[in-house]
């Protein structure tokens, strides 16, 4: 994770997901880095479903190249930040999820608010 959250967290860092994910959202300022993500997690899902539902499970090896392609794309030159991935993989995915949810329940631009995420 970049040192940002360092720097706002002198004591090492989250302690549990709920003082990592406001970071998280701040992370994901630019919009279209957001809609990348948003992408990658409905191929996921919908990868996910096809895999299962035609027990052809091959597929589930693709879920991780989907997911993080559009994400690190976004992050990588858009965002111009280093992946909460690589410093929390399981916080990172949890995150991932939880702002798709938000995003499909029409609540993300609460939750980016909450966060400190300006509104663009």
């Given amino acids: 994770m970049s040192d940002k959250y360092e720097a706002a967290h002198p004591d090492g ?11 998280y959202l ?5 919009p279209l880095c957001r809609s990348l993500h948003y992408i990658g997690t409905t191929l ?7 895999a299962i539902g035609t027990a052809q499970y091959v597929y589930l090896w693709g879920l991780p190249v989907v997911g993080y392609f559009f994400a690190w794309v976004g992050h990588f030159f858009i965002e111009k930040n280093k992946p909460a991935t690589f410093t929390y993989p399981l916080w990172s995915l949890v995150g991932d ?16 608010a ?7």
Avoid: C, N
């Fill in 97 to 112: 999820f939880k702002m798709y949810l938000l995003f499909i329940t029409g609540r993300i631009g609460v939750a980016l």
């Fill in 13 to 23: 860092g989250p302690k549990d997901f709920t003082s990592f994910f406001p970071y």
């Fill in 114 to 120: 909450e966060a400190g995420v300006p509104q663009k």
């Fill in 44 to 50: 996921v899902i919908a990868l996910a479903a096809y």
């Fill in 26 to 30: 701040r992370e994901h300022a630019h």
